[in-house]
């Protein structure tokens, strides 16, 4: 108001003298002196208003006057309240605002790891620069890694499986916690860089460790990678890294299998086990264990693999030339295939392991299985997420938190699916491996490149 006011006045003075000035030019007879003295004049009277005007605004009396008529009624009140209320939360929400904005962005560490770099592109799995992971528990230990194994389930998820459920596992963040390049490898070897605090595991720095991770989480084909202590445990002595890192996952995945449907040193004895693809990582946990716990164990593999799985203590070999079995399972009738043919005129087993991936339904089989006999698929399933619409993929969402909220609750760690891994089964794996019940099958070891 007093801004108005005075501006009002400006403009007023403003107008008289450029008025005068006009008729100073055109009374080309005015005396000089007699101008001069009129703007003087004006220019006094111009200020004196200023002044009053300036007094006027400044009185208290006539501030108080002018709050009374804005908070007349209650309505009044309550606007002025909200408004004040808004200019609060606005300002104090711009101002973190700023602070947020204009705060020092620190150079994130890189490593060299082997990721995928979208989940459409054949070509999309790369050795690039990745994040150095950060700690996420006390208890964690970060492990600088020495050898690395690609799992066949790596592959499945460089072309996105598990892609819809891991977005709200992990809670990815475009600028810190981005999900590509997504770091492959589902197991590694190598020596401890840093323990957590709280860590109760027993490792020191500058152990041989090895370790196991879960679909789900970020892979261990990397310079370094950060595991919670109940994926981590001294790796064998007897076996070097490279070997150390092909059976963390598979032999995870075989131990559990086998104790899920009682298959241990003492109940083993006798069974009449049938390994499908025994060439496979799952494949040769098994028909060692199998063997060893006195099962009379029959395989199926490729022709090349025979003398290997031979050694591992397989007693009936079903030998096939083609590398991918097409010519067995797809291309021709399954009731008509060689495989068929073998299995008949073999004793039925209690046992049927399937270890790898296949196109056909194995429905068939059971009709090789004794009585009370299982097909047990060592497969990871399909995850009906991925196919998952936005409103499904919503529900997910709040699945994904309640179980994560119950977590904290209860201090427990939620379950995702997958393999049981822990540092339990590797530590038995490393016992198996130690008393040479286990050997581990290395077809070959490459760069990173």
Request: with cysteine; charged share 20%.
């Amino acid at each position: 108001m007093a801004t108005e006011s005075g501006m009002r006045v400006v403009r007023q003075y403003s107008d008289e003298g450029r008025n005068l000035a006009i008729r100073a030019i055109s009374e080309a007879n005015s005396e000089a002196s007699s101008a001069a003295r009129n703007v003087m004049s004006n220019l006094l009277a111009l200020l004196q208003r200023l002044k009053d005007t300036a007094k006027e605004v400044a009185d208290p009396t006539m501030i108080y006057e002018q709050l009374r008529i804005l908070f007349r009624d209650e309505i009044s009140r309550n606007n002025a309240f909200f408004i004040l209320v808004g200019l609060g939360f606005g300002t104090t929400g711009g101002v973190l605002l700023g602070f947020w904005l204009a705060r020092p962005h620190l150079a994130t560490p890189i490593m060299k790891s082997i990721a995928c770099t979208s989940f459409r592109d054949p070509d999309n799995v790369v050795v690039c620069n990745t994040s150095v992971p950060q700690f996420e528990a006390s208890s964690d230990i970060l492990v600088r890694v020495r050898a690395a194994a690609l799992n066949r389930i790596d592959r499945r998820i460089a072309f996105g499986y598990g892609r819809t459920l891991r977005r709200l596992i992990r809670n990815y963040d475009v600028n810190y916690n981005p999900e590509l390049p997504l770091v492959l490898g589902r197991s590694c070897a190598g020596i401890v860089e840093a323990v957590g605090k709280g860590s109760k595991s027993g490792l020191e720095i500058g152990d041989e460790v090895w370790l196991a991770a879960q679909w789900y989480e970020s892979g261990a084909a990397s310079e370094l990678v950060v595991v919670p202590e109940t994926r981590i445990s001294r790796k064998p002595f007897l076996i070097g890294f490279e070997g150390a890192a092909s059976l963390p996952y598979s032999g995870c995945i075989a131990l559990s299998l086998m104790d899920s449907h009682g298959l241990t040193e003492h109940t083993c004895k006798g069974k009449r086990i049938l390994v499908q693809d025994a060439c496979s990582p799952v494949g040769c946990v098994i028909t060692q264990l199998a063997h060893k716990w006195g099962a009379n164990v029959a395989v199926t593999c490729h022709t090349r693999s025979a003398p290997v799985i031979h050694e591992l203590g397989a007693s009936d070999i079903i030998v096939f030339a083609n590398e991918h079995f097409r010519s067995n399972f797809i291309d021709v009738n399954v009731e008509k295939s060689n495989l068929i043919n073998e299995l008949a005129s073999r004793e039925k087993f209690d046992f049927i392991f399937l270890t790898t991936r296949i196109a056909y339904d194995y429905k068939f089989l059971e009709k090789f299985l004794a009585k009370r006999g299982v097909i047990v698929d060592a497969v990871e399933p399909e995850l009906a997420s991925d196919e998952y619409g936005p409103l499904m993929r919503l529900l997910l969402g709040v699945l994904v938190k309640l179980k994560k909220t119950a977590s904290v609750i209860f201090r427990t760690h939620p379950d995702w699916g997958g393999p049981h891994v822990c540092h339990l089964v590797l530590d038995r794996l490393a016992g198996f491996v130690n008393d040479e019940t286990l050997k581990t099958v290395v077809d070959r070891v490459g760069s990173p490149a």
